[in-house]
């Protein structure tokens, strides 16, 4: 890549919103953990054949050896049934906020659960679906006039979606509903922070003004269904972002033959926004998975280069349930569809590998005013993705085979420089000395200095 295409050093700032109407003693509340965390989406329903909390119990300490720090359960209130989806319906049609879906246990076992999440290290946020309900929610029977109406007096249906019904923002009752049923399972549970589901169709005065009184509790982490390229006065609200233009994007790009320019471009604009939140890298989670396929389907050969970006680019890494396996099948939403899990986890020391560097090494710090990311230089700038991160005397060094063919190449920048430990086999190489790559289809490099 050309000095003209060459990042500059993003100016990260300590996660923290900034807007005037939140108060501002709350959420200055400190949260270190979350520069450095990665976040795994847990499906409950088809975790284990029981489905159920217990059952999940069982899984965690797995996960913590795999170096996952925080989880993110779907959502765990009980689901409508007028009106639902196939046999067991949709969880983010729920027919009430303050009880557990008993498709997945009781409200002690949830507790059970978060206490013994808590005792092995892990924090727990849990989907908030605030857009909408379903058809049969108990506030369309004691609080009608909290929905939106159409102009024949019925309940408004949310868009593309004809399980659920769209609540009116407009109404200050129901607004203090919602945040008083946030504020249950924060003080009931001891749960960390919240998930919110398309975040950006709620008005963003509502966020305002639900998070500084949630927090009145304990400070949480927020992350929010909604890309800060499209909206980003939201992101004056939420500590992290779904990365959805880079994920079309770079789906896009492999499948539509796309320049990898385009890419790198679309990186810039993001590091452009600023670090006063984060984004979150994905190449997969319940909705892409389901319904429009695998991240294997989505990415083929790119598949692992893509993980590896998504875990140490700046911001935070979100998996899906049994991306560690890896999951090649399309889960089913609205029936029991358990994932078929193996004894070989194949891809959890990959995983492992890379989530430990992104908790302990520096550099890889999202939304941390003293990493710099710099896009680095190539002899095949169209078809590798080359990046450092830098914090101090800690550097990473990321090198990605975009392309589905062979690549010889070498890196051509003076960001890089100095002896490094690829992190996957241990070798070490002095960059001044050479700085030539061979690399097959998939192949993908990750080095510490």
């Known amino acids: 890549m050309k000095k003209l295409f060459l990042l500059a050093v993003i100016g990260l700032g300590i996660v923290s919103c900034t807007t005037q109407n939140l108060n501002k003693?709350?959420?200055?509340?400190?949260k270190e953990w979350k520069h450095s965390t990665n976040i795994y989406e847990v499906n409950v329903r088809q975790y284990t054949k029981e489905g159920t909390f217990k059952a999940f119990e069982k899984e965690m300490p797995r996960l913590k050896s795999m170096g996952v720090k925080t989880l993110w359960f779907m959502p765990i209130t009980p689901i409508a049934q007028e009106k639902k989806k196939g046999s067991l319906g949709s969880p983010y049609a729920a027919s009430d906020y303050t009880s557990i879906n008993p498709e997945f246990g009781t409200l002690n076992d949830f507790k059970h659960m978060v206490n013994e999440a808590h005792r092995l290290g892990f924090k727990v946020i849990i989907d908030w679906v605030a857009n909408h309900t379903?058809?049969?929610?108990?506030w369309t029977k004691t609080h009608p006039e909290f929905y939106l109406k159409d102009p024949d007096g019925k309940?408004?249906?949310?868009?593309?979606m004809d399980d659920i019904i769209e609540l009116d923002y407009k109404n200050p009752e129901m607004r203090k509903a919602m945040i008083d049923a946030m504020k249950f399972w924060v003080k009931e549970t001891n749960i960390d922070g919240f998930r919110c589901d398309l975040a950006s169709w709620v008005e963003v005065d509502f966020w305002q003004q639900?998070?500084?009184?949630?927090e009145t509790v304990k400070p949480l982490f927020w992350l929010g269904e909604f890309d800060e390229l499209e909206t980003p006065e939201y992101g004056?609200?939420?500590?992290?972002?779904?990365?959805?233009?880079?994920?079309?994007?770079?789906?896009d790009y492999y499948n539509k033959n796309q320049p990898l320019q385009d890419l790198k471009d679309l990186l810039i604009k993001y590091s452009n926004i600023g670090d006063s939140s984060m984004r979150a890298w994905f190449t997969t989670n319940h909705d892409e998975n389901s319904w429009n396929g695998t991240e294997y389907e989505k990415y083929g050969v790119i598949t692992k280069p893509m993980a590896v970006f998504s875990a140490t680019w700046n911001g935070v890494p979100l998996l899906y349930s049994g991306q560690e396996l890896p999951n090649m099948k399309r889960l089913e939403f609205f029936e029991k569809d358990v994932i078929k899990w193996t004894n070989t986890y194949q891809l959890?020391?990959?995983?492992?590998?890379?989530l430990s560097l992104k908790s302990s090494n520096p550099a890889l710090r999202g939304g941390d005013s003293?990493?710099?990311?710099?896009?680095?230089?190539?002899?095949?700038?169209?078809?590798?993705?080359a990046y450092i991160r830098k914090n101090g005397k800690d550097e990473v060094l990321v090198v990605l085979n975009m392309s589905k063919e062979p690549v010889n190449f070498s890196?051509?920048?003076?960001?890089?420089?100095?002896?490094?430990?690829?992190?996957?086999?241990?070798?070490?190489?002095?960059?001044?000395?050479?700085?030539d790559f061979n690399f097959k289809v998939s192949d993908y490099a990750v080095f510490e200095k």
Not at 25 to 30: Q, W
Not at 210 to 214: F, G, H, N, T, Y
Not at 240 to 248: D, L, R, V
Not at 373 to 383: P, S
């Open 411 to 435: 890196i051509q920048d003076e960001n890089l420089s100095g002896n490094f430990k690829n992190v996957f086999d241990g070798t070490k190489r002095d960059f001044n000395n050479g700085k």
């Open 134 to 138: 379903g058809w049969d929610h108990v």
């Open 25 to 30: 003693n709350t959420m200055d509340l400190p």
């Open 370 to 385: 003293n990493v710099g990311t710099h896009l680095l230089n190539t002899t095949a700038n169209d078809k590798i993705l």
């Open 236 to 251: 004056k609200v939420f500590d992290a972002s779904y990365s959805w233009s880079w994920m079309h994007k770079s789906a």
């Open 348 to 354: 959890s020391g990959f995983y492992k590998t890379l």
């Open 155 to 160: 309940f408004h249906i949310a868009s593309g």
């Open 210 to 214: 639900a998070r500084p009184e949630v």
